[in-house]
């Protein structure tokens, strides 16, 4: 099975921009969660979405925004970006039952100049 | 807040040494605990998992011991080898939860 793939791997912006990231999870995997990953601050929980459902939210604002579609794909988008939304955004697959292992992807490597 | 923590965040050891790396969680209501390693460049991969009715889980070269008592967590790497190299993290899942919290990470250095 192919793995989970983001896209793209690096991303430059300069503040005020808004991006969107994608993330294809494993073949059958209904679950996607989107991770910020920083060194102070380690994995952060974005959002999780199951069946084209926002399921679980963390405690972002509402700048960061995702959805996803019937086929398991996931985008997350972020608006009006600021210097501290630099990090790598990490992508992650699963079944979607309880107590499930993640299967992360490699990550989008964001910079807001 | 709840939080699940590690003690030391890097760990140097030589090559053919056993790595212990150490989590603490305060949630009781934890059942599902995973270690990931994440090399650079790379995204978390997974290692090992062990659920609540268990205290102790083997897989190659690694073990996980669970005590609930103190609520601690460790992973444990036999003969660790230059490419075992990473940040390793811990995660739980709190009863019926899907989405795990981590841990900071600790970051493993070998010496060859």
């Known amino acids: 099975k192919a793995g989970v793939t983001q896209t793209p791997r690096y991303l430059i912006k300069t503040r005020g921009q808004q991006v969107t990231l994608s993330c294809s999870p494993i073949?059958?995997?209904?679950?996607v969660s989107w991770y910020q990953q920083t060194p102070g601050q380690g994995l952060q929980f974005l959002f999780e979405y199951f069946s084209e459902t926002q399921r679980n939210k963390g405690n972002f604002p509402g700048r960061f925004s995702g959805r996803q579609f019937s086929n398991s794909r996931s985008e997350m988008n972020v608006s009006t970006l600021e210097l501290g939304d630099s990090a790598l955004y990490l992508c992650a697959s699963s079944p979607g039952t309880v107590n499930e292992k993640l299967f992360f992807g490699s990550g989008t490597q964001l910079s807001v100049l | 807040g709840e939080s699940v923590g590690l003690h030391l965040p890097t760990l140097s050891v030589q090559e053919g040494d056993n790595s212990i790396i150490n989590c603490a969680y305060s949630?009781?209501?934890?059942?599902?605990f995973i270690w990931y390693k994440q090399e650079s460049g790379k995204g978390p991969q997974f290692i090992i998992d062990?659920?609540?009715?268990?205290d102790k889980r083997q897989g190659q070269r690694v073990t996980v011991l669970l005590n609930k008592t103190v609520k601690h967590l460790s992973l444990q790497i036999a003969a660790t080898q230059p490419g075992d190299s990473a940040v390793y993290f811990c995660?739980?899942?709190?009863?019926?939860?899907?989405?795990?919290?981590f841990g900071r990470g600790t970051s493993l250095i070998v010496h060859p």
């Open positions: 949630n009781s209501a934890s059942d599902y």
């Open positions: 062990i659920r609540s009715n268990m």
């Open positions: 073949s059958g995997h209904r679950s």
């Open positions: 995660a739980e899942n709190r009863g019926g939860s899907y989405i795990p919290t």
